[in-house]
């Protein structure tokens, strides 16, 4: 083994073991560290013997056994964790020398740490790692910012050990400065949780409404994935359909119907909020989740609330083609709001974020990559100010031609009581965006009516506001004009 090693990494979980192995399968030497330094003993014991890597059983065994700068990558658990082994650390560091957090951490924490980190005369970096534990180990989707003095040291360990996509390129750049990094891959499990929302969706419609079997769902979605639709997750979803329990039953029809979370979507919808960005797809996606988590009440409820059941009487093969219709329309409206999202943060927190090279870095590793990410790409290569994806040629041509399937489905669903929050309102984003003139006049006209909030006029210049005293008993005062 060399003298020093090339990193060291803290947190020996899934991911952290899975990233190690996979560093070192690259050439790189490793120095790992765990709280519980058993599990250092155990991993050198089990999984890495014989291997380039190196166990330490103190923080300052870690460091010194690291050549400079030193380059310490964090994969514990995001909050407080991140924060006390921060402060761990620093006193056996020096100037130069880099500290990576690897977790999914909220963004506004990894803009005040970069900060205090750099305070300290150290180099920090936030960073998604998307692709659970395969991806750790084969190669994930890395999205790195924080300090960019550090990326030049950094990055020819994230770019060998990223996924490579067909030409050798690395899902792996740099994203930006402070959060942006851990900001990237927020949007990045907004987006996923919307699109699982959405294969979940089709799933309910397929068996509730459909009356089909795991075999037959499992058939549908193989042949989606060998067309428009290939993504990892309808590659996932088509082989779980098709798994079976010791019975021989589907193993699917015995999992309880009530999901978990992380935070990360939630973390995605309030910051849309935040930014006054309709978020819609996601959001309900969040919701859903959490809906699902009401089983007891959802059971109680099934007893006494009365509507439709699934009844369909038309021609099943059309309607599996509108289902995806439905599916990949929505899931378009799903990017084209997280890309919003990312412009709104980007103008809001002055990062300079490549679009275009972000969708790059999704096309591989990462739990979201699908075959349409490249078409992403060359929507900023044609328009690197397009405002909205949905307007992107390609992006309009394709939903132009979903539309039509997509109504039907979501008619179809409500007629038969078919919950489909994501595809619903991926529907009603579409309408608004492209709707010239909302109801928002008597919106306004409500607020300056009992609150004096004022409006502005379609005959008068944008910018100036006015106030009507509708009732006769108000007087010409009129409310401060903000947005929140």
Request: hydrophobic share 40%.
């Amino acid at each position: 083994m060399n003298t020093l090693s090339d990193i060291g990494l803290i947190g020996l979980a899934v991911m952290g073991e899975n990233l190690v192995l996979n560093m070192e399968s690259k050439g790189f030497q490793v120095t790992v560290y765990n709280r519980t330094v058993q599990k250092v003993d155990d991993f050198l014991a089990g999984r890495a013997k014989g291997k380039k890597i190196i166990g330490a059983h103190s923080i300052e065994e870690l460091v010194k056994s690291l050549r400079r700068p030193r380059k310490v990558m964090i994969m514990v658990k995001a909050g407080n964790a991140v924060d006390d082994m921060i402060n761990t650390l620093i006193p056996y560091l020096e100037k130069g020398d880099i500290i990576i957090d690897g977790g999914n951490t909220h963004f506004p924490d990894t803009n005040r740490r970069t900060a205090y980190v750099e305070s300290k005369g150290l180099l920090y970096i936030g960073t998604g790692v998307s692709g659970g534990e395969e991806g750790a180990l084969l190669g994930p989707s890395i999205m790195p910012g924080g300090s960019k003095e550090a990326w030049p040291e950094v990055k020819p360990v994230f770019q060998a050990i990223a996924a490579k996509v067909d030409d050798g390129t690395p899902c792996c750049d740099w994203v930006g400065e402070n959060g942006a990094g851990h900001f990237v891959k927020m949007v990045h499990n907004g987006i996923e949780y919307g699109d699982m929302q959405l294969i979940c969706e089709a799933y309910q419609i397929m068996r509730d409404l459909l009356h089909m079997s795991a075999k037959e769902m499992h058939n549908v979605f193989r042949e989606w994935n060998d067309g428009e639709l290939n993504s990892y997750l309808i590659e996932i979803t088509r082989d779980i359909l098709d798994y079976y329990d010791s019975d021989g039953k589907p193993l699917i029809d015995k999992i309880l119907d009530t999901a978990g979370q992380k935070g990360t979507g939630k973390w995605t919808a309030v910051t849309a909020l935040d930014l006054g960005i309709p978020l819609t797809l996601i959001g309900e996606a969040v919701f859903s989740r959490c809906l699902s988590a009401m089983k007891d009440e959802r059971v109680k409820a099934s007893k006494i609330l009365t509507g439709p059941s699934g009844n369909f009487k038309g021609d099943r093969e059309a309607f599996l083609k509108d289902l995806m219709e439905a599916v990949y329309a929505s899931k378009l409206v799903s990017y084209a709001q997280g890309y919003a999202l990312m412009r709104a943060a980007a103008e809001e927190f002055g990062w300079k974020l490549n679009y275009g090279g972000i969708a790059l870095m999704w096309r591989g590793g990462c739990i979201i990559r699908s075959v349409f990410l490249g078409k992403i790409k060359e929507a900023f290569d044609n328009d690197p100010s397009i405002a909205n994806l949905l307007t992107d040629p390609f992006f309009r041509t394709k939903m132009d031609k979903a539309q039509n399937g997509w109504r039907n489905v979501v008619a179809e669903a409500v007629k038969n009581g078919i919950p489909v929050p994501a595809i619903s309102s991926a529907l009603v984003y579409y309408d608004g965006y492209r709707c010239e003139n909302l109801p928002a006049n008597l919106l306004q006209a409500q607020r300056d009516y009992f609150g004096a909030h004022t409006y502005e006029r379609t005959d008068r210049p944008r910018g100036e506001f006015f106030h009507t005293n509708w009732t006769g008993r108000g007087g010409t005062t009129a409310s401060t004009t903000y947005n929140v």
